[in-house]
């Protein structure tokens, strides 16, 4: 039996690396021997790159190429957002950072209620009061201090520099500031970054920032004081109170980030290493991969109507609990050891046929102890064997669209991502109820799942993505490309994806990214098409355990780059 399981993944490890790369409709990924960066941005992931061949290891890469997003990056790489990172230490160790934005100390639970009790999501989604306490800047100090080697000065001096002397906007950069125009122009403080005297940036324009710069070098100075403490943090008080914002001296002051274990599972005799509460990401990843794994999948269910059936159903049951179990920890107990049992997915496989279900018939499910997620990834490993897998955000593309008057970047619009009023979905349909409800200093929860997989533990797998609700179903995809389908994997992160998340009961998928026959089958099995829609982008790293070699690959749906040496 052994024998049949080391055979089998022998013969997958095969089909992954082999180089049947000139077989396949996808580039080849790019290579690597001694360490990788891929993130949405190629001028940040060069400079993680650099970072790496300067000696530094993959936190240190991690939090260069966080600070130069922040610059590169504008919708979803950020200093006013949040952020997790999921690390693997070269000595077996494994770490969950969570520098999620928090609800500043004056929110409250009914605080985007109308007065007839109403849901307005328009104070949830834009303007000041939509903003949680950023977490990022502390968040990418803290795994510098404690788990890189180089200095602050020298990992943020590169975002520094691209603020400084800006650099070329490329197409579809300017594409994406041009589609927020409107946006932009409604607050002066982002029209003076984001326009040019009130015109559209174009393709090319020398993309400076100087305010940004000038809150980098703060934080070059004096650490996270610089931005949470002084200048930075009088200018977000100030501005909070002139635009009916809620956020504090106070509450910047007294942000902290949260060091965690990371949430773990098995796939297949793969390690599975996650984010916890306050993500929902890595509970609901093991949940879906647990029920999964009582199916055989082979390379001819790829993508078929009844792969995608089974696919739906386990994605179900995932939401459907996360819409009732999961919140932030330090406020609710969240039963992750049930949720992410092998027994109570094995509980779900067994209710699930090859009948479709309707979500109206599947709630959440009863845990017998209780009886009584514009976001953006990057993935770094380095030549000593340590991997960093990190999801950052300010929620919205632009976040709340308004920058910080004369410190130069934009705040999130998190608050948004709370159930603000229980069964009213947020922007990206998800319900909630009391585990996520809005208390002061509590923070929201997200989908974000940063990840990394490993074989004999050992990293052999780092991903993760954008893309609100749909980071959970984008990630899980990606990772049965590779192990369910061996996918290599670039062909894994560009293969076409499909979304259902049980409310709205709705199927989604990519253009051109099933057959018509798939299509029919699901639609004779009584599933209802929300449409189509562009699906995540994922950035990962394979890297081949009989050789060591590293493969890098940027989503095609983005404009990332994966670089390696
Ligand atoms: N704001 C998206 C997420 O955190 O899931």
């Known amino acids: 039996m052994r024998i049949l399981k080391s055979s089998k993944v022998a013969l997958l490890l095969l089909l992954i690396f082999s180089a049947d790369f000139l077989q ?23 400079v993680g790159m650099l970072i790496l061949k300067r000696g530094g290891n993959a936190v240190d890469a991690a939090v260069a190429t966080g600070f130069a997003l922040a610059v590169t990056y504008p919708a979803a790489g950020n200093i006013g957002g949040g952020g997790f990172m999921v690390i693997h230490l070269k000595n077996g160790k494994d770490v969950a950072l969570d520098y999620r934005e928090k609800a500043p100390l004056k929110a409250s639970r009914n605080m985007y209620l109308d007065s007839l009790g109403n ?91 100087p305010d940004l710069a000038l809150t980098l070098s703060l934080i070059k100075e004096h650490g996270r004081d610089g931005f949470y403490k002084g200048t930075v943090a009088e200018l977000i008080e100030k ?29 297949r005799g793969f390690g599975i290493i996650s984010m916890p509460p306050s993500s929902s990401g890595g509970i609901a990843l093991i949940e879906a991969l647990n029920i999964l794994e009582n199916f055989s999948f082979d390379k001819s269910d790829w993508n078929s109507s ?28 969240v039963p992750k050891e049930w949720l992410t049992s092998k027994e109570y997915a094995r509980i779900i496989f067994m209710k699930i046929s090859d009948k479709a279900a309707l979500s109206k018939d599947i ?9 009584s997620l514009q976001t953006t990834h990057y993935s770094v490993v380095d030549q000593y064997g340590n991997a960093v897998s990190t999801t950052t955000t300010l929620n919205s593309s632009y976040g709340c669209k308004i920058v910080v008057d004369g410190a130069g970047f934009l705040l999130n619009n998190e608050m948004d991502d709370f159930s603000a009023k229980p069964g009213e979905p947020n922007q990206y349909g998800l319900t909630g109820n009391e585990a996520n409800a809005i208390q002061p200093g509590k923070r929201m929860l997200s989908c974000m799942t940063p990840t990394i997989i490993l074989k004999d533990g ?31 994997i670039q062909q894994a992160i560009d293969a076409p994806r499909i979304h259902h998340q049980w409310l709205p009961d709705e199927l989604y998928f990519e253009k051109f990214g099933i057959s018509k026959d ?45 670089a390696g040496f």
């Open 363 to 371: 709630l959440p499910g009863v845990n017998p102890a209780e009886e």
């Open 239 to 267: 501005q909070s109170e002139k635009m009916g914002g809620i956020i504090t001296k106070e509450d910047l002051e007294n942000y902290s980030v949260v060091e965690k274990e990371p949430v773990k599972g098995t796939y």
């Open 458 to 488: 050992k990293p052999f797998m780092v991903t993760g993505s954008p893309g609100g609700s749909t980071i959970i179903t984008v990630v899980l995809q990606t990772i049965l490309n590779v192990l369910d389908f061996g996918m290599n």
């Open 24 to 46: 396949a409709a996808s580039p080849d990924p790019e290579r690597g021997k001694k360490g990788m960066v891929v993130s949405a941005s190629d001028l940040a992931s060069q």
């Open 518 to 562: 798939t299509y029919d089958n699901l639609k004779n099995m009584g599933y209802v098409f929300g449409g189509t829609r562009t699906l995540g982008r994922a950035e990962g790293i394979l890297i081949n355990p009989k050789d060591g070699t590293i493969y890098g690959a940027t989503d095609p749906r983005g404009y990332g780059k994966a």
């Open 306 to 333: 009844l792969y995608i059936h089974r696919l739906v159903e386990a994605l179900r049951y995932v939401y459907a609990d996360r819409s009732k179990y999961l919140g932030d920890e330090a406020f609710y107990h």
């Open 119 to 209: 849901f307005d999501a328009s104070r949830s989604r834009e303007g000041f009061l939509s903003a949680g306490v950023p977490g990022s800047v502390a968040g990418l100090i803290y795994a510098l201090e404690k788990y890189g080697t180089m200095k602050l000065e020298d990992v943020i001096q590169p975002a520094i520099d691209l603020a400084t002397d800006g650099f070329p906007l490329s197409f579809r950069l300017s594409e994406s500031i041009a589609s927020e125009f409107r946006e932009f122009q409604k607050y002066s403080s982002s029209a003076k970054v984001f326009t040019e005297g009130g015109e559209l940036l174009k393709e090319g324009f020398i993309f400076k920032q």
